[in-house]
């Protein structure tokens, strides 16, 4: 009798304890939600005890004492609480959490903080989107991307590229922030394939207007290479190797051969980084004769270094990056002699960054950059029958240019509030050119600028940022402010819209002012009385993103822009020479259009899909007999990423539809005429695989259509007077493979 009061003795506590039943449930979808982990709180804040929901959402707590706080956590939601006074069956709703579906960036910002709280519009390319394509120039990566359009200069080995309708030459291209200098060939533009994509840890684009913190050449937007640093406390690297066919040719001298090795090293507040790349491009024979080229052999070596000391409170790092590129040009043999051309690029970049937190409030950003760039053109003459090699006796043939940059530029960013921050900075770039394809012998042009921005944020709605700009320019009268303003409006949790509008200013450049370039496929002078171009360029996006669950996420960005510029400054006939191409200003060129991208995650698989649609204008159009004021080109593009998490695999589909391209062209007799060029399709398809955890393998097909060459049509049928026959777009299909270590 005793054992058995003993026994009821001991089951009050669990009689007394009151079960709560709780349900969580997504409030978007009304789905439940599994592995979320319920705290029940005591009124002084202390956890009596914690549950995981089931599958089906439910979950049940044991206690004894009221009232108590139930508090929810999940890594896709938002934390809600709720106050329990009686024991029963409870009922929460989660608000998914879509900061989950953001991305850090830094391009513009104060600081560093997620694509979704940005006044500015960021894409981000992820260091595994450029590694599932098997790429070995920054322009495989970028070749499906809307608004984004490449043009080739089979004659120098060059890759133009367009953002937003407008030329590359309106493109900023920084690496961690600092520009690069040496722009290239005819269209004075950087060539971004002379940037090691083996070195990248992402890519962000900011489209629209950033002339008031980048400059000048920064009206259709800015490209900003992020690199890869050291990871924390351990030697870290990779070697790879790639191999790839050029459409169907591959052999020891022919195909592509990339090797790359790279180590890193952090210990405490000390890292260091070296990469060293190797890449051969053998060339394709095309439709060329002989032993000439369609595209010509291209040898590479990409090396960097980087040293720096990381604290809590500052980051001064050093980074050098060497470029060293052989193009050579094979010509046709006329009687026993062949006239053979190499153009050697020698690029130094050095860069001092600082990045130091003065107070909690206060932080400041520096950089000094050095740039020196040389791009030599050597002429051999090569005899049929002894092999014998000369140099080319006619000083003509032969050419040393050379371009020297320095940059110095900071911010000083300071947080009033947290309504208000501001950012004063300074930006001071000289750049001088020398050489004989420069026909004022050495030249240089300083541009000297101060500016601030604010960044304003009234209510948790609303976020604005204005801008000013003062430049003064050595060649030319700026305006005295060059203005912008940013403005983020959060419509709801999930909507969010983004307004600019910015001023712009961009000098010509020496290139355009002094450049000299006689050869067999160019007749090009620059233009020493070139104006000053001005520019007005209007943007606007609309962003939505659900998290419908937690396996299903979708988004979705609608863009439109608006760009005029004045005294655009772009290819024409010299005056009284219609054989010779030179600089000219065009009195007004126009640029608009929108995109719409769209994106859905489902488990394993990754959808993207995108409409563009792009008008140019120019003063021409009123000469010609164009059908409307813009001429219109769209673009379609698609991708697709599903992943076998069992065996640690992935494939990739990436696809674009550029469609016809309407452009003018002077005839014969000096009329304006209007052309097009015709659209293409391009695709890549790859598989990635992990081995033995170090080990990845990615194999794949590149331009799986086929393309090579596209036609320059007359708009009314009849046949093409200027623009040239055809385009070259690419080498054919072709197949590669590598191979990665890393540790």
């Given at each position: 009798?005793?054992?058995f009061?003993v026994?009821?003795?001991?089951?009050i506590?669990?009689?007394?304890?009151?079960?709560?039943?709780?349900?969580?449930?997504?409030?978007?979808?009304g789905?439940?939600?599994?592995?979320?982990?319920?705290?029940?709180?005591?009124?002084?804040?202390?956890?009596?005890?914690?549950?995981?929901?089931?599958?089906?959402?439910?979950?049940?707590?044991?206690?004894?004492?009221?009232?108590?706080?139930l508090?929810?956590?999940?890594?896709?939601?938002?934390?809600?609480?709720?106050?329990?006074?009686?024991?029963?069956?409870?009922?929460l709703?989660?608000?998914?959490?879509?900061?989950?579906?953001?991305?850090?960036?830094?391009?513009g910002?104060?600081?560093?903080?997620?694509?979704?709280?940005?006044?500015?519009?960021?894409?981000?390319?992820?260091?595994?989107r450029?590694?599932?394509?098997?790429?070995?120039?920054?322009?495989?990566?970028?070749?499906?991307?809307?608004?984004?359009?490449?043009?080739?200069?089979?004659a120098?080995?060059?890759?133009?590229?367009?953002?937003?309708?407008?030329?590359?030459?309106?493109?900023?291209?920084?690496?961690?922030g600092?520009?690069?200098?040496?722009?290239?060939?005819?269209?004075?533009?950087?060539?971004?394939?002379?940037i090691?994509?083996n070195?990248?840890?992402?890519?962000?684009?900011?489209?629209?207007?950033?002339?008031?913190?980048?400059g000048?050449?920064?009206?259709?937007?800015?490209?900003n290479?992020?690199?890869?640093?050291?990871?924390e406390?351990?030697?870290?690297g990779?070697?790879?190797?790639h191999?790839?066919?050029?459409?169907?040719e591959?052999?020891?001298?022919?195909?592509?051969?990339?090797?790359?090795?790279?180590?890193?090293?952090?210990?405490?507040?000390?890292?260091?980084?070296?990469?060293?790349?190797?890449?051969?491009?053998?060339?394709?024979?095309?439709?060329?004769?002989?032993?000439?080229?369609?595209?010509?052999?291209?040898?590479?070596?990409?090396?960097s270094?980087?040293?720096?000391?990381?604290?809590?409170?500052?980051?001064v790092?050093?980074r050098?990056?060497?470029?060293?590129?052989n193009?050579?040009?094979p010509?046709?043999?006329s009687?026993?002699?062949?006239?053979?051309?190499?153009y050697?690029?020698?690029?130094?970049?050095?860069?001092?960054?600082?990045?130091?937190?003065?107070?909690?409030?206060?932080?400041?950003?520096?950089?000094?950059?050095?740039?020196?760039?040389?791009?030599?053109?050597q002429?051999?003459?090569?005899?049929?029958?002894?092999?014998d090699?000369?140099?080319?006796?006619?000083?003509?043939?032969?050419?040393l240019?050379?371009f020297?940059?320095?940059?110095?530029?900071?911010?000083?960013?300071?947080?009033?509030?947290?309504?208000?921050?501001?950012?004063?900075?300074?930006?001071?770039?000289?750049?001088?050119?020398?050489?004989?394809?420069?026909?004022?012998?050495?030249?240089?042009?300083?541009?000297?600028?101060?500016f601030v921005?604010?960044?304003?944020?009234?209510?948790?709605?609303?976020?604005?940022?204005?801008?000013v700009?003062?430049?003064?320019?050595?060649?030319?009268?700026?305006?005295?402010?060059?203005?912008?303003?940013?403005?983020?409006?959060?419509?709801?949790?999930?909507?969010?819209?983004?307004?600019?509008?910015?001023?712009?200013?961009?000098?010509?450049s020496?290139?355009?002012?002094?450049?000299?370039?006689?050869?067999?496929?160019?007749a090009?002078?620059?233009?020493?009385?070139?104006?000053?171009?001005?520019?007005?360029?209007?943007?606007?996006?609309?962003?939505?993103?659900?998290?419908?669950?937690?396996?299903?996420?979708?988004?979705?960005?609608?863009?439109?822009?608006?760009?005029?510029?004045?005294?655009?400054?772009?290819?024409?006939?010299?005056?009284?020479?219609?054989?010779?191409t030179?600089?000219?200003?065009?009195?007004?060129?126009?640029?608009?259009?929108?995109?719409?991208?769209?994106?859905?995650?489902?488990?394993?698989?990754?959808?993207?899909?995108?409409?563009?649609?792009?008008?140019?204008?120019?003063?021409?159009?009123?000469?010609?007999?164009?059908?409307?004021?813009?001429?219109?080109?769209?673009?379609?593009?698609?991708?697709?990423?599903?992943?076998?998490?069992?065996?640690?695999?992935?494939m990739?589909?990436?696809?674009k539809?550029?469609?016809?391209?309407?452009?003018?062209a002077?005839?014969?007799?000096?009329?304006?005429?209007?052309?097009?060029?015709?659209?293409?399709?391009?695709?890549?398809?790859?598989?990635?695989?992990?081995?033995?955890?170090?080990?990845?393998?990615?194999?794949?097909?590149?331009?799986?259509?086929?393309?090579?060459?596209?036609?320059?049509?007359?708009?009314?049928?009849?046949?093409?007077?200027?623009?040239?026959?055809?385009?070259?777009?690419?080498?054919?299909?072709?197949?590669f493979?590598?191979?990665?270590?890393?540790?």
């Open positions: 009798m005793i054992r009061l026994f009821l003795f001991l089951l506590p669990i009689f007394l304890t009151a079960q709560v039943q709780v349900l969580l449930r997504d409030k978007s979808t789905q439940s939600i599994e592995g979320a982990v319920v705290y029940a709180l005591s009124p002084q804040g202390y956890t009596l005890t914690q549950i995981v929901t089931n599958e089906m959402g439910k979950g049940t707590i044991l206690v004894s004492s009221y009232p108590l706080t508090s929810t956590s999940h890594i896709g939601y938002e934390t809600a609480n709720a106050e329990i006074v009686v024991p029963g069956e409870y009922s709703e989660l608000e998914p959490n879509l900061t989950q579906l953001d991305e850090v960036v830094v391009t910002q104060f600081e560093p903080q997620s694509a979704s709280r940005s006044v500015y519009r960021v894409r981000t390319i992820s260091m595994e450029i590694q599932s394509v098997g790429s070995t120039r920054l322009q495989d990566v970028l070749n499906t991307e809307l608004n984004i359009r490449f043009s080739q200069d089979l120098l080995g060059g890759s133009n590229l367009s953002l937003q309708g407008l030329s590359g030459q309106n493109v900023k291209v920084l690496i961690d600092v520009p690069m200098v040496g722009r290239q060939g005819t269209g004075n533009e950087i060539n971004i394939n002379q090691n994509v070195t990248i840890e992402r890519i962000e684009i900011v489209e629209g207007p950033m002339a008031v913190i980048y000048a050449d920064a009206l259709a937007g800015v490209i290479i992020i690199t890869k640093k050291p990871e406390g351990k030697w870290s990779q070697v790879k190797l191999e790839e066919t050029i459409g169907d591959f052999g020891f001298k022919q195909g592509i051969h990339n090797e790359s090795v790279s180590l890193g090293y952090r210990k405490k507040s000390f890292y260091t980084r070296v990469d060293v790349t190797r890449n051969y491009f053998g060339g394709w024979q095309g439709d060329a004769e002989d032993r000439d080229k369609e595209w010509h052999p291209k040898n590479q070596w990409m090396a270094g980087l040293a720096g000391i990381k604290t809590n409170r500052y980051d790092y050093y050098l990056d060497y470029l060293y590129e193009i050579y040009n010509g046709l043999f009687g026993i002699e062949a006239l053979d051309q190499n050697f690029t020698n690029r130094f970049m050095h860069q001092l960054q600082a990045n130091y937190a003065v107070s909690e409030r206060m932080n400041y950003t520096g950089a000094l950059s050095f740039s020196d760039y040389k791009r030599e053109i002429t051999v003459t090569v005899n049929k029958n002894t092999g090699v000369r140099l080319a006796l006619d000083p003509s043939l032969q050419d240019t050379q020297k940059g320095l940059t110095f530029r900071g911010t000083l960013s300071y947080k009033m509030s947290d309504a208000i921050s501001i950012q004063p900075g300074y930006d001071f770039n000289v750049e001088s050119g020398s050489g004989g394809r420069l026909t004022e012998g050495i030249s240089s042009i300083g541009d000297y600028a101060v921005s604010a960044e304003i944020k009234p209510n948790t709605w609303l976020s604005f940022r204005p801008g700009r003062m430049v003064k320019n050595t060649a030319y009268d700026a305006p005295p402010f060059i203005p912008s303003i940013n403005a983020k409006i959060q419509l709801t949790e999930k909507h969010d819209l983004r307004v600019s509008y910015g001023r712009g200013f961009r000098a010509p020496i290139r355009e002012l002094y450049f000299y370039f006689f050869d067999a496929s160019h090009i002078e620059g233009n020493p009385d070139l104006q000053a171009e001005l520019s007005h360029s209007f943007d606007a996006s609309w962003n939505a993103k659900w998290l419908v669950k937690q396996d299903l996420k979708f988004t979705t960005v609608l863009t439109g822009f608006y760009n005029t510029v004045e005294n655009m400054i772009g290819f024409g006939v010299k005056p009284g020479n219609a054989n010779i030179t600089y000219l200003n065009i009195d007004e060129f126009k640029s608009t259009g929108f995109t719409w991208l769209n994106t859905v995650a489902y488990k394993k698989l990754e959808l993207g899909a995108g409409l563009g649609y792009t008008g140019r204008y120019n003063q021409l159009i009123e000469t010609s007999e164009a059908p409307a004021d813009f001429l219109w080109s769209p673009e379609i593009n698609g991708s697709a990423t599903y992943t076998f998490t069992t065996i640690g695999a992935s990739s589909l990436y696809y539809y550029t469609g016809r391209t309407p452009f003018l002077t005839d014969v007799t000096g009329l304006i005429e209007l052309n097009e060029t015709e659209g293409f399709h391009w695709a890549d398809l790859s598989v990635q695989k992990s081995l033995y955890k170090k080990f990845n393998v990615s194999t794949g097909v590149r331009n799986l259509f086929d393309v090579t060459r596209i036609n320059n049509m007359a708009a009314n049928g009849g046949p093409v007077h200027g623009g040239g026959l055809t385009r070259p777009v690419g080498y054919g299909r072709s197949y493979i590598s191979l990665s270590y890393n540790f």
